[in-house]
């Protein structure tokens, strides 16, 4: 059952308009570029009858959304914790209904200092687990906290949060962007899953749109594929930004010659559903004049289909609790009313009867 009570008339008229929307609405770059299966034979996995229709939003059944299941990224909240604290903010991450959170630094300007074990034990005084972080993949500076300079540091930090994930929201530009160089950035990305594995962590790369690119000295290679085929899939974890993966889908549906090569960001998990333990869930209001396709918006405003793809993904053998939802918006507004009013629409997804 949702925590959070879901008897708000702008809610109701959010949902109506998803409804009317149906899963169209969240194919419209698709529909801009041609759908088709990902360019990458490994990924090509059809999707068409994956998952039970879904029911209408907002619709009696079971809720779609995994219990215990549905986190966000603080990184949306960063100016809340650097005015307020963070006590302030799991306060209200707990009233509306969040079970987790994913940091990206911990520290983000919070009023006062606070060590990690006290911010583990506060956050779980709000009901909040730690689930994973961002942390930075390299640096010209010796002394930076990233991955390539103090592999060490970061994994103590991050087993004294009790966290299960620590990762990278990096892209595997380090050495360019050929295909040795992803190779390259494959193999660091190995040795630190390796290091992860061995404390008992999973080591993810969060993607944005760039990833989706083909390569610099083989425009017949996407650059995502690379990455999928060179990483230990025992040692190396994907966290897939879906709304950055539409983006991609948007910008790089044809190669450099302007040769189609379209792709299905889902087909990619359906493909792998174990190397993606953890989604975030940001939404985009379809927007062509838009460089990246999409306008950021609150979840639930906008025109990607969580419906469709949270149903697809739980509904696979095995997988209803095997992943993490993370909400994010990068510069909301209202930072409070974007994590209020997504959890809120996310609570209120039902699948079909």
Same mark, same amino acid.
């Given at each position: 059952?949702?925590?959070?009570?879901?008897?708000?008339?702008?809610?109701?008229?959010?949902?109506?308009?998803?409804?009317?929307?149906?899963?169209?609405?969240?194919?419209?770059?698709?529909?801009?570029?041609?759908?088709?299966?990902?360019?990458?034979?490994?990924?090509?996995?059809?999707?068409?009858?994956?998952?039970?229709?879904?029911?209408? +939003?907002?619709?009696?059944? *079971?809720?779609?959304?995994?219990?215990?299941?549905?986190?966000?990224?603080?990184?949306?909240?960063?100016?809340?914790?650097?005015?307020?604290?963070?006590?302030?903010?799991?306060?209200?991450?707990?009233?509306?209904?969040?079970?987790?959170?994913?940091?990206?630094?911990?520290?983000?300007?919070?009023?006062?200092?606070?060590?990690? %074990?006290?911010? *583990?034990?506060?956050?779980?005084? &709000?009901?909040?687990?730690?689930?994973?972080?961002?942390?930075?993949?390299?640096?010209?500076?010796?002394?930076?906290?990233?991955?390539?300079?103090?592999?060490?540091?970061?994994?103590?930090?991050?087993?004294?949060?009790?966290?299960?994930?620590?990762?990278?929201?990096?892209? %595997?530009? *380090?050495?360019?962007?050929?295909?040795?160089?992803?190779? *390259?950035?494959?193999?660091?990305?190995?040795?630190?899953? +390796?290091?992860?594995?061995?404390?008992?962590?999973?080591?993810?790369?969060?993607?944005?749109?760039?990833?989706?690119?083909?390569?610099?000295?083989?425009?017949?290679?996407?650059?995502?594929?690379?990455?999928?085929?060179?990483?230990? %899939?025992?040692?190396?974890?994907?966290?897939?930004?879906?709304?950055?993966?539409?983006?991609?889908?948007?910008?790089?549906?044809?190669?450099?010659?302007?040769?189609?090569?379209?792709?299905?960001?889902?087909?990619?998990?359906?493909?792998?559903?174990?190397?993606?333990?953890?989604? &975030?869930?940001?939404?985009?209001?379809?927007?062509?004049?838009?460089?990246?396709?999409?306008?950021?918006?609150?979840?639930?405003?906008?025109?990607?289909?969580?419906?469709?793809?949270?149903?697809?993904?739980?509904?696979?053998?095995?997988?209803?609790?095997?992943? &993490?939802?993370?909400?994010?918006?990068?510069?909301?507004?209202?930072?409070?009313?974007?994590?209020?009013?997504?959890?809120?629409?996310? &609570?209120?997804?039902?699948?079909?009867?």
């Amino acid at each position: 059952m949702s925590r959070i009570a879901n008897n708000d008339p702008e809610l109701t008229h959010r949902l109506t308009r998803r409804g009317m929307l149906g899963v169209a609405a969240g194919a419209t770059a698709a529909a801009l570029l041609g759908a088709a299966a990902p360019a990458s034979a490994a990924t090509t996995v059809p999707t068409t009858g994956s998952a039970p229709a879904p029911a209408p +939003a907002g619709g009696r059944g *079971r809720p779609l959304l995994p219990p215990g299941r549905l986190g966000i990224q603080l990184y949306s909240l960063r100016d809340k914790v650097g005015t307020l604290g963070f006590a302030p903010v799991f306060a209200e991450l707990e009233k509306y209904g969040y079970d987790e959170i994913e940091f990206a630094g911990y520290t983000q300007g919070s009023a006062g200092p606070i060590t990690l %074990p006290n911010l *583990r034990r506060l956050a779980r005084n &709000h009901g909040l687990t730690p689930i994973g972080s961002h942390v930075g993949y390299y640096s010209d500076d010796p002394n930076a906290y990233t991955f390539a300079q103090n592999l060490e540091k970061v994994l103590d930090d991050a087993q004294a949060l009790g966290l299960k994930h620590i990762g990278t929201a990096s892209g %595997p530009f *380090r050495y360019g962007s050929t295909v040795d160089a992803w190779k *390259r950035a494959a193999e660091e990305f190995n040795t630190y899953g +390796a290091a992860a594995r061995a404390r008992g962590m999973k080591f993810y790369q969060h993607n944005h749109s760039d990833e989706f690119a083909f390569a610099a000295d083989d425009p017949k290679v996407r650059l995502y594929d690379v990455l999928l085929a060179e990483t230990d %899939p025992d040692l190396v974890y994907l966290e897939m930004d879906i709304y950055w993966a539409y983006a991609g889908q948007f910008r790089f549906s044809k190669r450099p010659d302007g040769t189609t090569a379209p792709f299905e960001p889902l087909d990619y998990v359906l493909a792998h559903p174990h190397r993606y333990p953890l989604f &975030h869930v940001k939404d985009g209001v379809s927007d062509p004049t838009n460089e990246f396709g999409y306008r950021m918006t609150d979840v639930g405003d906008g025109d990607i289909d969580y419906q469709r793809f949270i149903s697809t993904v739980t509904h696979l053998r095995g997988q209803r609790s095997a992943h &993490h939802w993370q909400t994010e918006h990068d510069t909301p507004p209202d930072s409070l009313s974007f994590a209020r009013r997504s959890s809120a629409y996310l &609570h209120s997804l039902r699948e079909k009867c």
